[in-house]
């Protein structure tokens, strides 16, 4: 069965400081996607990325990098430069298969707190 | 363009009373999920939609919760009759399901959610 395991409940670090976000996932699939979604204080959900499980190359986007392992079943998520406005929940995602209207598991979240 | 709207966005309601969640998707989507988000038991998928069709309903909790699309821009849940224990925060997601090699492909795109209060 899919799992999506999000171990750190929650981080707080400095301003300024990088910031890793770990996540760990299961499946017997081996076509699927993984995705982070990010949660601020708002409440909406909002997409941040999406990868599929034959592309391992790592992304960049501004201050956000992705890491996709699949050696180690990993999807780990980096700020650098962290801001307070990333505070927010973030949550990492895994899709059933990769057919039409897969389901989606999501871990349980992480709550990343930023200080000033 | 318009993303995921959901109506009412706060509801507060008391036990027994009937409660409907309304949402329009993303146009040109093909797939409709409802979610349920507690503190306790975090993002539960109820069931989703695919070309307006019911696809999997195993996540909606019991007899009272019910769920229609009849048509490709709108869809309900509806409790009846609510409880308190189903307070919640409702979301909506839709996404353009089959689109082999898309960008937009299977990601779903989450609606503002309703907050649901049954008193």
């Known amino acids: 069965a899919q799992k999506v395991t999000q171990a750190q409940t929650e981080i707080s670090v400095v301003e300024k400081e990088d910031v890793t976000l770990d996540c760990v996932y299961e499946?017997?699939?081996?076509?699927?996607?993984l995705f982070w979604y990010k949660q601020p204080p708002s409440g909406e959900l909002v997409f941040l990325i999406r990868r599929n499980s034959f592309d391992e190359q790592n992304e960049i986007s501004g201050r956000y990098s992705w890491n996709f392992q699949k050696s180690t079943s990993s999807f780990n998520f980096t700020i650098t430069a962290s801001q307070v406005v990333d505070s927010a929940v973030y949550f990492c995602?895994?899709?059933?298969?990769?057919?039409?209207?897969?389901?989606?598991?999501f871990g349980s979240g992480t709550r990343l707190s930023i200080r000033p | 363009d318009a993303g995921v709207i959901q109506s009412p966005r706060h509801e507060v309601t008391e036990m027994g009373q009937e409660v409907t969640l309304r949402c329009k998707p993303i146009s040109g989507h093909n797939s409709l999920f409802w979610y349920r988000q507690t503190m306790m038991r975090g993002l539960e998928l109820l069931i989703y939609f695919n070309n307006n069709v019911p696809i999997d309903d195993s996540g909606m909790p019991e007899d009272r919760f019910s769920a229609k699309m009849p048509n490709a821009s709108f869809s309900t849940l509806k409790i009846q009759p609510s409880e308190p224990r189903d307070s919640a925060v409702y979301f909506c997601?839709?996404?353009?399901?089959?689109?082999?090699?898309?960008?937009?492909?299977?990601?779903?795109?989450f609606g503002p959610g309703t907050r649901l209060t049954v008193l």
């Open positions: 997601a839709s996404s353009l399901a089959g689109a082999s090699g898309g960008h937009e492909a299977d990601t779903q795109y």
């Open positions: 499946t017997r699939d081996t076509t699927y996607y």
């Open positions: 995602a895994l899709s059933e298969g990769w057919s039409s209207a897969s389901k989606i598991i």
